[in-house]
């Protein structure tokens, strides 16, 4: 059980001059808080890069934040290229200057899956255009 304070167990306060006083621990100072190296929160590039292709100048990648995959180009892509990407449901982002189609969750792995598969087939019309040789 706890002692309870009285006048006979409390010392008497001594004073001390100002630059002997240890820092105080108040509500004007942080607390510092143990940082562990192994826990540490790691940020990644947003957003990230899934496939690209530098022959035929095409990027896809994907935003968490944004909750939307893009197709980035290099150069403005020929029409059949244009209609190929608007088909699929992408859009055109002037600001950023890429194309965008949002990621629903119900159908979150599908449009990943769908995403890949036209910039598969866009990369392969752009190297065709510009007679680069195919990929092995």
């Known amino acids: 059980m706890a002692k309870r ?27 510092a808080l143990p940082t562990d190296p192994g826990k540490e929160k790691k940020t990644f590039k947003d957003p990230f890069g899934i496939a690209s292709d530098f022959a035929a100048g095409v990027q896809l990648l994907e935003s968490r934040r944004y ?23 992408f859009r055109y982002n002037s600001q950023d200057k890429l194309w965008t189609k949002q990621i629903h969750q119900d159908t979150a792995m599908q449009t990943r899956i769908d995403a890949e598969r036209l910039f598969q087939q866009v990369s392969g019309m752009i190297r065709q255009e510009k007679g680069v040789i195919e990929r092995a």
């Open 67 to 89: 909750r939307q995959m893009q197709m980035r180009f290099n150069d403005k892509p020929s029409q059949p290229v244009l209609d190929a990407v608007k088909a699929d449901g």
């Open 5 to 31: 304070k009285t006048q006979e167990n409390v010392e008497p306060a001594t004073e001390m001059p100002l630059e002997e006083m240890p820092p105080s621990s108040g509500a004007d100072q942080p607390a």
